[in-house]
């Protein structure tokens, strides 16, 4: 009984409203300590209401699983770093998440970008639950109606030639079966990506990976090669009308209309990096269409159109890493490529393709995936029944509930927010990002665009989480905040993330 009345009291986190303050005085020290929300600032937002009550919560405390993850849990994941006082999930729905002491979050970072159209999106849990109690698992050597229907679904949102789909467990997966497809199909070896990039931690993938704290000493990635990342805000060239953006990057700009030096400075790197760094014919060039993890790098306008066209002609293949970047995610094209005017030879993907389900996907011209016929491929767990369903009822959840649309709304919304916010702080050095792939890069002031030192970037992050908001942290220096929740979230969600995200950023003020 005492746990239900901690339950319910709980439940009613000033943050949410303020009719529980006082209910929230009569808690002991203890458990106010346990609620972690004795710093919160009087003139806290109030989260959007929310008519989701979670279930009561039965399971290990927290102190049960930092015990557990101490000893038996392999020491790689970023638990201990990610915030100073790490957050328990207890449960989520739609973009909302609850902890063990049942404080709600609004989620701004999905788990990663991965959770599409909401936290156990009612559509998708009752599509993976019939499966579930149908048929939980069987290969693809034999015909099962839902790797058919989700491949048909998936192919049918591409353009041609893009019509054979392969299913894998993970993006990793898919850029290293993509890797193999370039190699195979052009008799190539050298691979190119940008400075920044992050396209996986697979032996094979790291390669691609070009953030420096990903990286082991170890050989990995023969073949691998880097260009200049063309970044318009901290890159060497850039200017104010480069991106396709809402907002543009605070940098001067000489270009007469229908040119861009940046892009032709950018495109010359890439010429060098090919007349330097491979062999003659190359395999092919990976580029995400905007940078996730790499800090929502957007490139000059019309860049990879003809960065695309010079691999070409190198006899390489271009690949579309839309593992962060699709299913709506940049608004209502649904793939990122789109906007670049280009249609790439092979497009990965993973995240969110089935709502965090572990799920991947590469899709390819049948000519370069007839390449594959010439050994076996297989792998046990690509093209799940339960996946696939999932799969499928994401793709429906998108279309039905115009999800995408509403990425392009809601993500404009906040993007213009931010930029008012942009003028107001000097350590917001560029906003961009387009739907709801949002990146903040911060810095020490707006004349050098060095990065704001971690600590700080530290506690504006964990400001931001005490009072209700989760963001993501990404850029080599760890300097950009991502803002990339479900895209089922709201203008009034985007009004509660921006408010929480200025008064972080004043007690930020406060304390220098
Ligand atoms: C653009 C991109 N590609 C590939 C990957 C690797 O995907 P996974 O973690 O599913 O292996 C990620 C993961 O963050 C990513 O952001």
Sequence with gaps: MFRNLVTSCLFK????????????????????????INDLPADCPQLPPCEFTPEEYKFLSEQQMMEIRKRYCGPTTMVNTYYKKPVSIRQGFMQWLWDLNGKRYLDFFSGVATVSVGHCHPRVNAAAKKQMERLWHTTNIYLHSPLHEYCEKLAALFPEPLKSVYLTNSGSEANDLAMLLARLYTGNFDIITFRGAYHGGSPHSVGLTRVGSYRFPVATGLGCHQTMCPDVYSGIWGGSHCRDCVVQADRKCSCTSGSCHAKDMYLEQLKDTLNTSTSKSVAGFFAEPIQGVGGVVQYPKGYLKEAFKMIRERGGVCIADEVQSGFGRTGKDIWAFKAHDVIPDIVTMAKGIANGFPMGAVITSRDI?????????????????????????????????????????????????????QSKFEIIGDVRGKGLLIGVEMVKDKITRKPLPNVEMDQIFEDCKDMGLLLGKGGVHGQTFRMKPPLCVTKADADFALAVFELALKRHEKRQ
């Excluded at 303020?18 to 020290?29: I, P």
Aim: net charge neutral; aromatic share 6%.
């Design 13 to 36: 986190h000033p943050c949410n409203s303020t009719s529980s303050l006082a209910t929230f005085h009569r808690l002991s020290g203890a458990l106010k300590q346990q609620l972690a």
């Design 369 to 421: 995936a007839d390449t594959l016929t010439r050994a076996l491929h297989f792998n046990t767990f690509g093209g799940n029944p339960i996946g696939c369903a999932a799969g499928s009822a994401v793709i429906d959840a998108l279309l039905e509930d115009k999800l995408a649309q509403n990425s392009t709304e809601v993500g404009t919304y906040l993007l213009i927010g931010l930029a008012k916010l």
